[in-house]
């Protein structure tokens, strides 16, 4: 286990009403970071996770990202709030199907394919870009964005989401060589599939057991495998990973 003492650091953790954000929440508080949690309509489950965080001076708020005015409105909120912004997690994300066999209609899978790429890509984009302003201001700080083995070994029925990890681990490197003279070092993880509700339906039945066997270790990350990696660059022991790109995936994809 990482031990960290983040006391009088803050961080926002975008998508943390559930999953890993809401396992990223957890693990940064009992560090002793001040928390943002962020939900888009998960009211009742952002709650969940604000209660369930040690320490104090955590607060919670709400943005659609599909939209990157309100990612960058959360970002700017989120640091007034705490009174500073030492850590970006750059989580939500979406995964939905968007085949380009057909099954779909043009404007359907278009519409799909939009809305992947805006809130897995633009938004964090957009979210990375107004946290730099306050970092830069305040001396320093630290992004890490979540996003996939997927973008490594493609995603043949959801090929924007591929797409968008892609771009998003693209984005972390090429902002890392951006600001880090400014103090600020940028990272990400490329995890494959975690035991989460997104994921859940693609890991029942034979389906899921094949999935699980893509790994040797026959089974696929949990979200606090993930939180811990998030902790550890998020970290300053980390520093000289900036730009790095780590795969948590459990040997079922090797590049």
């Not at 909120?77 to 779909?104: C, E, Q, T, W």
């Not at 630290?142 to 693209?170: C, D, M, P, T, W």
């Amino acid at each position: 286990m990482v031990t960290v003492d983040f006391t009088n650091k803050t961080a926002l953790v975008t998508g943390s009403s559930k999953g890993v954000g809401a396992a990223t929440a957890r693990i940064l508080a009992k560090a002793g970071a001040r928390v943002c949690v962020h939900y888009k309509g998960d009211l009742a489950g952002a709650k969940e996770v604000l209660a369930s965080l040690p320490g104090a001076g955590h607060t919670l708020l709400q943005a659609d990202l599909a939209n990157p005015k309100e990612a960058k409105r959360l970002v700017d909120s989120a640091a007034m709030k705490l009174g500073r912004l030492d850590i970006l997690v750059n989580n939500a994300g979406i995964f939905r199907p968007h085949p380009v066999d057909g099954s779909m209609g043009f404007e359907q899978w278009l519409s799909t394919f939009s809305e992947t790429i805006n809130i897995n890509l633009v938004g964090p984009a957009a979210a990375a870009f107004a946290a730099i302003q306050v970092m830069r201001k305040q001396g320093g700080g630290v992004i890490v964005n979540v996003g996939s083995r997927g973008a490594f070994r493609g995603e043949a029925g959801q090929v924007g989401y591929g797409s968008a990890k892609a771009g998003l681990h693209s984005l972390s490197q090429s902002l890392a060589q951006a600001v880090g003279q400014d103090n600020i070092t940028v990272h990400a993880v490329a995890p494959g599939f975690i035991e989460t509700a997104m994921a859940r339906p693609h890991l029942q039945g034979e389906a899921g057991e094949a999935v699980k066997a893509q790994s040797p270790l026959n089974r696929v990350a949990t979200v606090d495998e993930v939180a811990y990696a998030i902790l550890y660059l998020a970290s300053p022991e980390a520093r000289f990973t900036t730009g790095v790109v780590l795969d948590i995936n459990g040997a079922s994809y090797l590049r």
